[in-house]
């Protein structure tokens, strides 16, 4: 298996950024949170929060923080109630971007958004003219250094792996949302150490700037990771072969 791999897009536009500022926690909390709301603390019959609980449990989130997210998600202890908004937007260059806000205030959240957008040289999108260019799809990465494409392509297919590719030193599996829990599962079993693994929003195209434009839609990208209520930002930009930024 092979393709063109997806992570140097995502490690620039979304989970490179949430490590940086130290905020993964936070938002992994919030969305087990309301994954227990909506689905009840059992994660068993509750896929959403199965789902949150190995995300968490790949960023080594401590079990007592993932047992206080679901009883406040529940209402077993005292949590904040969130809300779930999605807006679509696009940056500058033509950049589209889906932005993911869990909040408990959707006025703040709403004004956030138009104000970062708008000083960033972006502007809100109608809907459905962003989400169209996006597909779900699992992804895990793993490194590249301790581990070869073969190993983990071996590893992967039973548990009905999509593809595997290799990115510089890092191996990258993706999935169908229904068989992500099945693969990270699969490679847990094996004791593959990854490092990373979420349901991500995976651009069907992408588009190319040059280095000028990417720095300006990334900006804009980081301003908005960069607000507590955002949860998840996706992109469709390619980020350029040893493009830096500042």
Do not use: C
Not at 43 to 54: D, F, K, V, Y
Not at 83 to 101: D, K
């Amino acid at each position: 298996m092979s393709g063109h791999s997806k992570w140097a897009t995502i490690k620039h536009a979304k989970g490179a950024a949430d490590a940086r500022r130290g905020q993964m926690f936070t938002k992994l909390i919030k969305e087990i949170s309301i994954a227990a709301r909506m689905g009840g603390g059992n994660p068993e019959g509750n896929p959403r929060l199965r789902t949150a609980i190995l995300k968490a449990r790949v960023a080594n989130m401590p079990k007592d923080n993932i047992d206080r997210a679901i009883k406040k998600g529940t209402g077993e202890l005292e949590g904040v109630n969130y809300e779930e908004l999605t807006y679509e937007a696009y940056a500058p260059g033509g950049v589209a971007v889906l932005i993911e806000v869990l909040t408990d205030n959707k006025n703040r959240a709403a004004a956030d958004v138009r104000n970062i957008l708008t000083r960033a040289g972006g502007q809100l999108a109608t809907a459905g003219s962003v989400s169209r260019l996006f597909k779900r799809q699992g992804i895990i990465t793993l490194d590249g250094e301790k581990y070869t494409e073969d190993q983990v392509m071996e590893a992967v297919l039973e548990g009905g792996a999509e593809d595997v590719s290799l990115s510089g030193e890092i191996i990258e599996v993706t999935t169908s949302p229904e068989d992500f829990e099945a693969v990270l599962n699969v490679l847990s079993a094996k004791e593959f150490e990854t490092m990373s693994a979420e349901v991500s929003m995976v651009a069907e195209a992408e588009i190319s700037l040059d280095n000028e434009g990417t720095a300006k839609a990334l900006r804009l990208v980081e301003r908005l990771e960069e607000n507590d209520d955002v949860q998840n930002v996706y992109s469709n930009i390619e980020i350029p072969e040893g493009f830096e930024t500042e």
